[in-house]
């Protein structure tokens, strides 16, 4: 590649180096903020402010800088930058989920949040169970610099964890279904409202003898849920029979054994409600094995509206949450970017997306 342009000196009177177009055309090194300096024909600093929007460069002169920039595929290097601004460009996810779509919807939400600010992402597995759960955490943030974090369920909704990053002097966002923190640390997901919903629907459809299968007791997402879900029979006149609720664990393998525990009953449920997705496709795996079919013999519902949703048969009457836009919001409101965008921290409200697994009830 051949350099398009021979800028003169700025005013700081760098010279371009020849050379140096050649060692970079031969591939021997990678364009450092120096070499895009000389390149430019400016100095350091004006190259530095250019890559952070500073408004004190002449036009002429930031196109220029752009140019090269792009030329030379240059991007700043996160701990280099925070070294230079006396913090880190860095945001962290520290989660403990045992649904692997979650975690990487949750990602993608991030990287779209973070997308053209200069952070970057850097992910965090944990066990809240492990005795080194809190220490692991705190030299995660200290080692990588981090400027702040996101934290998803369940270790959102552990105090222990935001006590820490708070004693720090790290800048947090939690996600979790109720509000537990200062608005300013919070994204709502409102999970209540969803099994609210989706209790409604299927009373609806004439079901009365209806199967729950809880999510892990540790995720308060697995409460709201079940709390949602009665109250929507209670405004019925109905209840949530205790034969009728198995605790599974948020995976498609407990799904299946609560699945065929339900299916086994005398009277057997008209309808299964899954604490999420994964659960519930384990559920339509128990009624092939019975030799069920979904919805004629039993109606299948679950809540996330992941991808699994669509990709088993039936596809599944489901509670979409918008977990993608959710991480997109929480990145936006760490790194303060949300007045730059004007978009609505609340959009979190989940919502009932009707699917084939469900319909009435059998008849006799």
């Known amino acids: 590649m051949t350099s398009s342009k021979t800028p003169s000196p700025d005013a700081d009177g760098v010279e371009i180096d020849a050379g140096l177009e050649a060692g970079l055309e031969g591939g021997r090194k990678r364009a450092t903020i120096n070499d895009i300096a000389r390149l430019a024909g400016v100095s350091k600093k004006t190259v ?13 002169t930031r196109e220029r800088i752009e140019a090269v920039i792009a030329e030379w595929g240059y991007a700043p290097d996160p701990q280099a930058r925070g070294l230079a601004f006396r913090r880190s460009f860095l945001i962290g996810m520290i989660y403990d989920n045992p649904n692997p779509q979650y975690v990487v919807n949750m990602q993608l939400g ?3 949040g973070i997308r053209g600010s200069g952070f970057e992402l850097v992910v965090h597995p944990c066990d809240r169970a492990s005795p080194t759960f809190l220490q692991d955490i705190r030299t995660f943030v200290e080692r990588q610099k981090l400027f702040g974090v996101v934290l998803p369920p369940s ?6 964890v935001a006590k820490l990053l708070r004693e720090i002097g790290c800048e947090y966002i939690r996600i ?8 300013e640390h919070m ?8 099994s609210e919903a989706m209790g409604a629907y299927l009373v609806e459809l004439g079901h009365r003898e209806i199967g729950f299968i809880s999510g892990l007791p540790s995720f308060r997402s697995s409460h709201e849920r079940r709390g949602g879900f009665e109250d929507a029979l209670n405004k019925a006149g109905l209840q949530l029979k205790p034969d009728y609720v198995v605790q599974g664990a948020y995976t498609f393998e407990s799904g299946l054994a609560c699945g065929e525990q339900l299916l086994a009953k005398t009277p057997r449920p008209t309808a299964i409600f899954a604490g999420n997705d994964e ?7 128990a009624a092939r094995r019975a030799g069920l079919q979904v919805p004629a013999d039993v109606t299948v519902v679950g809540f996330d509206d992941f991808q699994i949703a669509q990709a088993v048969w039936p596809p599944l009457t489901t509670i979409h949450i918008p977990t993608r836009e959710v991480g997109r919001i929480a990145a936006e409101k760490l790194i303060g970017a949300e007045a730059r965008e004007k978009r609505d921290p609340n959009n979190t409200i989940p919502y009932l997306v009707v699917r084939e697994s469900s319909g009435a009830p059998p008849v006799g």
């Open 48 to 60: 530095s402010r250019v890559i952070n929007q500073s408004p004190f460069v002449r036009d002429e």
């Open 110 to 112: 991030l990287l779209d």
């Open 155 to 160: 270790v959102s909704e552990d105090e222990r």
């Open 176 to 183: 979790a279904s109720v509000e537990l923190d200062k608005p």
């Open 187 to 194: 994204i709502v997901g409102h999970d209540r409202l969803g």
């Open 279 to 285: 659960m519930a496709a384990g559920v339509l795996q």
